[in-house]
């Protein structure tokens, strides 16, 4: 391989490396733009769908009573706990720290759900 042509390879790698450490930064700088996500958490018919919900950390998610029984949501571990939301009455609370969050329904406690923070 002739020097010019090494060279000729360098600077062709070099210029696509800068050009993915571009992409990179553009892409981390979208995701520090976002405002923090709502995410919705139905009860109905004795449930919480989705029960199993995976949100990045700052993120909001409200719970709404579609039953037309009166129902909670409490934290397991004593980190939230709403009032009796009777039907489409809301509760929401905001995910500041990484964690798995299991909550239930303090009036039907076979009702359980959980929100995991990463
Ligand atoms: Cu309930």
């Not at 949100?55 to 709404?64: I, Q, R």
């Not at 949501?73 to 720290?97: A, H, Q, R």
Request: charged share 15%; proline share 5%.
């Amino acid at each position: 391989m002739g020097k010019s042509v090494s060279i000729a390879v360098f600077m062709m790698a070099l210029v696509v490396g800068m050009g993915t450490i571009a992409a990179g930064q553009k892409n981390s700088l979208a995701g520090a733009q976002q405002k923090p996500e709502t995410t919705e958490v139905k009860i109905d018919n004795f449930s919480f769908g989705p029960a199993m919900l995976t949100v990045p950390v700052g993120t909001a998610v409200s719970w709404t009573n579609r039953d037309d029984i009166p129902h909670t949501v409490v934290s397991t571990d004593g980190v939230f706990k709403s009032k009796v939301l009777d039907t489409d009455e809301k509760f929401s609370f905001t995910f500041s720290k990484a964690g798995s969050y299991p909550y239930f329904c303090s009036i039907h406690p076979k009702m359980t759900g959980k929100v995991i923070v990463q």
